[in-house]
């Protein structure tokens, strides 16, 4: 049987559920200015190999919450497997949600370790349709109150969903988009990050800015798809453009190194 699924990204060496990552990495001397270019994820450590790695590193409605992303459905690990080892690391979490049925229990799971985890915790779903998203988005609603029933103050990263074709003009974020989430979020008291897509930022910056400008709560956390045809300009492009204390940068190799390095951030081999 397989059970409803979350996967998550781990944050290096990161601090209290909902205490400012960037402050709180100052605090702790492990970067040098409040800039979430700095800042190191390891992605979808799911299964118990990926796990230990990122640990070493500087849709069914039933059964118990596992740690898989899509178009994986099954996995070697649970989360409260997961959980038991991250409580012994100094990582920080993202748990990112696929399936509404898998919220409650994994908050409740969540709960019973909250003492033990010293880490920020964000809480991740795509609760709107996005440029060309075709997924099945989370109920806002039921996933925002469910959340924070069990953790009023955790940070959420809310999103919509997307797509990319490489053979025809993207459309980026809408004003309609970024107008509806924000009408979503202003009522809440926690901090917000906002995952958007590379390849759609570029042509979406007033919209994006106008967001960020809403509420000093807010901030972006920029990924990036792997078949995505995007530029290291492209992301030079947004760090010229936003405050660097409000965008964190998710990507992947080797995009990740070659802006690290253009942007005169030490890059570990």
């Not at 070493?56 to 596992?66: A, D, L």
Request: aromatic share 12%.
């Amino acid at each position: 049987m397989v059970a409803s699924t979350c996967h998550f990204s781990c944050m290096e060496d990161v601090g209290s559920w909902s205490e400012n990552i960037l402050e709180y990495f100052l605090r702790n001397n492990q970067i040098t200015t409040e800039d979430g270019a700095e800042i190191v994820w390891y992605h979808a450590a799911n299964h118990k190999a990926q796990m230990d790695e990122a640990l070493r590193s500087n849709e069914s409605e039933h059964g118990p919450p596992i740690m898989a992303h899509p178009p994986e459905t099954s996995s070697d690990n649970t989360l409260q497997e997961w959980l038991a080892e991250v409580m012994k690391s100094n990582k920080g979490i993202k748990l990112d949600f696929k399936s509404l049925a898998a919220v409650e229990p994994s908050m409740m799971l969540l709960e019973k370790v909250k003492h033990y985890l010293k880490c920020p915790v964000w809480i991740n779903a795509d609760i709107l349709p996005g440029p060309n998203g075709t997924s099945k988005v989370v109920d806002a609603k039921p996933f925002i109150d469910t959340v924070t029933s069990f953790f009023p103050d955790v940070t959420f990263s809310l999103g919509w969903t997307t797509g990319w074709h490489p053979e025809k003009v993207n459309e980026g974020y809408s004003w309609a988009m970024v107008k509806e989430m924000d009408y979503i979020c202003s009522g809440l008291s926690q901090p917000v990050t906002f995952p958007v897509r590379a390849a759609l930022v570029r042509q979406s910056c007033s919209q994006l800015l106008w967001l960020l400008e809403q509420s000093n709560r807010y901030s972006l956390t920029i990924w990036t798809g792997k078949t995505d045809n995007y530029s290291i300009e492209d992301l030079l492009y947004i760090r010229e453009h936003f405050n660097k204390n409000q965008v964190f940068y998710d990507i992947l190799e080797p995009q990740n190194q070659e802006f690290k390095q253009a942007i005169g951030i030490k890059v570990n081999f």
